[in-house]
Nanobody, 128 residues
Framework: QLQLVESGGGLVQPGGSLRLSCAAS????????IGWFRQAPGREREGVSC????????KYADSVKGRFTISRDNTKNTVYLQMNSLKPEDTAVYYC?????????????????????WGQGTQVTVSS
């Protein structure tokens, strides 16, 4: 019953934008740090961004700083990843993940092994 479901992926031209959503069910997302990860064919899964449980502290990979923005709406039990100025190298399957933390924790995490729960992934393709 504990589930994370990503949506919002698709095909977009270079320079375009997409907004990914991660909807949680079966638990209250406000007590979890949430991370976004991506995996391209033949490459290792890498951390993209993370947002903490209560303080809304954020962290970004160098490759997406200034282009991607992570946010959360605890009333909707949903986390978002706004992706602007997309590049072909952003093409990957994008996953959201959750890690249980104290509600007032400001800690952020960007390594896959630091997370317990994972969504099924959504494909993002950036191509002209």
């Amino acid at each position: 019953q504990l589930q994370l479901v990503e949506s919002g992926g698709g095909l977009v031209q270079p320079g375009g934008s997409l907004r990914l959503s991660c909807a949680a069910s079966g638990f209250t997302l406000g007590y979890y740090a949430i991370g976004w990860f991506r995996q391209a064919p033949g490459r290792e899964r890498e951390g993209v961004s993370c947002i903490s449980s209560a303080t809304y502290s954020t962290k970004y990979a160098d490759s997406v700083k200034g282009r991607f923005t992570i946010s959360r709406d605890n009333t909707k039990n949903t986390v978002y990843l706004q992706m602007n100025s997309l590049k072909p190298e952003d093409t990957a399957v994008y996953y959201c993940a959750a890690r249980r933390t104290p509600y007032y924790s400001g800690t952020v995490y960007l390594l896959p092994h630091e997370y317990e729960y994972w969504g099924q992934g959504t494909q993002v393709t950036v191509s002209s």
